[in-house]
RNA sequence: GGAGGGAUGGCAGAGCGGUAAUGCAACGGAUUGCUAAUCCGUCAACGCGUAAUAGCGUUGCGGGGGUUCGAGUCCCCCUCCCUCCGCCA
């Protein structure tokens, strides 16, 4: 969500960032909108204001005793012109507000201008290349073949993007869940949150998801949500706070399914577990102060880097162009693990700095120590990391010739020391 | 599912038709050897205004309608929260 008051001094510039992210120019019609409902709301207060004074007059009157039907026949004069006021001043910012909701957020400078990931820049690439003398395969060929991934249970349940995992498979991504958490919570001082997968719809508009993306959400009969990343939740925690500047920054992790609906995905990665509609993904949440959420930014993209160091996986950090940036972000690095069996890097993780725009849509605030009023607080949000893809990334990268694979060092205790699957 | 109670500023909490009490916290100022205490002010959003302040004004009592010269207060609809009963992990 935009300040309008930002727009009206730099509509080139809102039309700019949004020209970068594919969106037609709005600013004229936008100003022209807000030039309409400030003239309306300034005769409308005047109108307010000389009734609130004749009604004065009136109570004192009667509580004189004295007659005043005068002033009521005076007053009642306003009556039209205050309810049109009223009723236009509604229709006009309602206008405003939905137009400005269904905006994406301005890339932040030096983030490069593209239509899609073509455009991305890498910004970092970490680890060497496993090498095989054989062919690497893909993890479903791995899974199916140990008899622990199975699509085709999966799919007598629910159909096609879910998977049953068996056996070591299953506690391999209960495995990972773990490890994520105990690094992110006792080393990077993230807070272990147990959050609700359903969720009502101010709070998916908080996070950008509503209005504009009500397709790629699952939702209950009786008009619940269900959560397509813990980011929804965990951001939408200081939804109409006002916090304390020396509470900042807040950091949230969680652990929780996320279910998509993958409407515009038809055909795309239909084998495997690489997209589904249910998954589970560790998730940070930071809540900033507006001059450290760059740095923040950083900071927690590292955080996420660090599980993919620490599990041997290589993998590439890029920063995404704006147009492959999600709605609500300003600056997004996309962590893409490398596939062996796909022969390429694939997206584990995002981090993104939202900016204010999450927060001005929650209304989530903090009290600066110097100064009058209130101040948003800019909100980020990473995967620390896709589990499922994580599964991937761990089956393929320490994959054998004879169908098994090697459990990383890093997660063994986490396994009771096993040391290979299959 | 049945019955009842509630939603007021950062927090607590009164008001039940006539300009949103009071307390706490926070911030600014005054005072003061220092701290504490005390006193005064500020404390949300928006509009006008300004270089920025100041200043003036409007709105704001969960949301939306209505009655009224005037609504936190009365009427209608909706949302959410809580308590008890029933059912249940």
């Known amino acids: ?29 936008i100003l022209a909108q807000d030039v309409q409902a400030r003239a309306n709301r300034t005769s409308l207060q005047e109108i307010q204001n000389r009734r609130n004074a004749l009604s004065k007059q009136i109570g004192a009157a009667k509580s004189k005793g004295e007659n005043a039907d005068g002033l009521i026949a ?3 004069e306003l009556k039209d012109a205050l309810q049109a006021g009223e009723e236009l001043e509604r229709d006009l910012s309602q206008a405003l507000r939905e137009t400005l909701s269904g905006l994406p957020n301005q890339p932040e400078p030096g983030v490069p201008v593209g239509a899609d990931e073509e455009a991305n820049i890498e910004v ?15 993890h479903f060929e791995i899974g199916e073949a140990l008899g622990l991934m199975d699509f085709e249970a999966a799919s007598k349940l629910s159909g096609a993007r879910f ?34 997968l359903l969720v009502r719809e101010h709070t998916a508009f908080g996070t950008g998801n509503l209005p504009k993306f009500e397709d790629d959400l699952f939702k209950t009969t009786d008009g619940f949500y269900l959560i397509p990343t813990a980011e929804m939740v965990l951001t939408n925690l200081v939804r109409d706070e006002v ?53 923040e930014h950083e900071r927690m993209t590292a955080c996420a880097e660090a599980i993919l160091q620490r599990l041997g996986i290589p993998y590439r950090a890029m920063l995404l162009s704006s147009g492959d940036m999600g709605f609500s972000a300003q600056r997004t690095y996309d962590l893409e693990g490398w596939m062996p069996g796909q022969d390429c890097y694939r997206e584990i993780s995002s981090c993104s700095n939202c900016g204010d725009f999450q927060a001005r849509r929650m209304s989530a605030r903090f009290k600066p120590k110097q100064g009058k009023g209130t101040g948003f607080v800019h909100t980020l949000n990473g995967s620390g990391l896709a589990v499922g893809r994580t599964l991937i990334a761990v089956m393929e990268n320490y994959q054998f010739a004879d169908g098994g694979f090697a459990i990383p060092e890093a997660l063994q205790p986490y396994l009771g020391g096993m040391t290979r699957i299959g």
Not at 179 to 190: A, N, P, S, V
Request: charged share 25%; with cysteine.
């Open 74 to 76: 005076e007053v009642g």
């Open 124 to 138: 970092r690439r970490h680890g060497a290349l496993p090498v095989f003398d054989f062919e690497a395969k893909q």
């Open 163 to 196: 998977v049953v995992l068996r056996g070591a498979l299953a506690r391999l991504e209960r495995a990972l869940a773990a490890f994520m958490l105990d690094i992110h919570t006792e080393e990077f001082g993230y807070t272990e949150t147990s959050v609700p």
């Open 243 to 295: 916090l304390a500047e020396a509470d900042l920054p807040l950091r949230f992790i969680a652990h929780t399914p996320c279910f998509r609906s993958e409407a515009g995905a038809a055909g795309r990665d239909t084998r495997g577990m690489l997209r589904q509609h249910q998954f589970y993904k560790v998730e940070m949440v930071s809540i900033s102060h507006p001059d450290q959420s760059g740095e």
């Open 1 to 29: 969500m935009y300040d309008l008051r930002w727009i009206r001094d730099n509509p080139d510039a809102f039309d700019a960032g949004l020209a970068a992210r594919g969106v037609a120019p709005q600013a004229q019609e």
